[in-house]
């Protein structure tokens, strides 16, 4: 049992050692990077000591938290979304068939206030769901979406909309989402065309549904009419001969 002169001997021991620590990490601060570092497929492999799933849904719980930690609260545009972009592709690598990182991209991430990072969200939307189109087709719907409205870039939204063509099973507006990026884009005779491929080759369309592709297809042909009508007469104006001129008469 200690006595009071080696009990006050401990405290002043602990003490010394407790203002020795301090003294060493005051100016040491804790690493507050928001986004960690992207390993390579390999050494996150060698992480996963054999259990890759646990390891996906560790690194998704991790991402989705990141920058709320140690009692901050982070703005979105503060995130590097770029690094975001390269752990979801290569998460990938070891689930691709769940939906968690899509609905981060789609739903989270792509809300952020520095609008041209989006496109992280939207590339990595378009490589996730075009393998597999059949069954991820809801997210490469969300990556046309984002594609469209956010970042205002029709080129995009249509690549990421034409493979949509090929789902099948899928409410129809996912076939035709191609021919409305065509249509903002003027190009008529393309939109026209998928809706009129869509209605061969889809059996049992609603009569809703049928009603509207309808009335789409004869406005497009009205509008293309109109263009070309508008495109003749521009070439009849530019084919008439200019008028001459007839010099004035000169004063007596």
């Known amino acids: 049992m200690l006595t009071t002169r080696q009990g006050y001997l401990a405290l002043a021991i602990i003490l010394m050692a407790q203002l020795g620590f301090w003294a060493d990490v005051r100016t040491r601060l804790p690493d507050m990077t928001i986004v960690p570092d992207v390993p390579g497929k390999e050494a996150l492999q060698v992480m996963s000591f054999g259990d890759e799933e646990f390891l996906f849904r560790t690194m998704a719980m991790r991402l989705s938290n990141a920058g709320d930690t140690f009692g901050r609260f982070t703005a979105l545009y503060k995130y590097d979304l770029h690094k975001i972009y390269l752990w979801f592709t290569l998460l990938d690598f070891f689930n691709t ?16 206030q520095k ?15 075009a393998p597999r189109i059949q069954d991820k087709w809801w997210w490469m719907a969300q990556g046309v979406y984002l594609a469209s409205h956010k970042l205002k870039d029709n080129d995009l939204a249509l690549k990421l909309a034409k493979p949509l063509t090929e789902a099948r099973d899928v409410p129809l507006w996912v076939n035709q989402l ?7 884009q003027g190009e008529f005779d393309a939109a026209l065309a998928i809706m009129e491929s869509i209605l ?15 009335y789409f297809i004869d406005e497009r042909i009205s509008k293309l009419d109109e263009l070309s009508e508008e495109r003749r007469q521009q070439l009849d104006d530019a084919a008439l001969p200019e008028p001459s001129v007839i010099p004035a008469p000169s004063a007596p």
């Not at 068939?97 to 952020?112: E, G, N, W």
């Not at 191609?178 to 903002?184: M, N, Q, R, T």
């Not at 061969?200 to 309808?214: A, C, N, Q, S, W």
């Open 115 to 129: 609008v041209s990072d989006v496109r992280y969200m939207v590339d990595y939307l378009y490589e996730h769901s």
């Open 97 to 112: 068939r769940s939906d968690v990182l899509p609905s981060m991209a789609a739903y989270y991430f792509s809300q952020t």
């Open 200 to 214: 061969e080759h889809t059996p049992d369309i609603d009569p809703g549904e049928l009603r509207y592709m309808k």
């Open 178 to 184: 191609p021919a409305f990026i065509y249509e903002k």
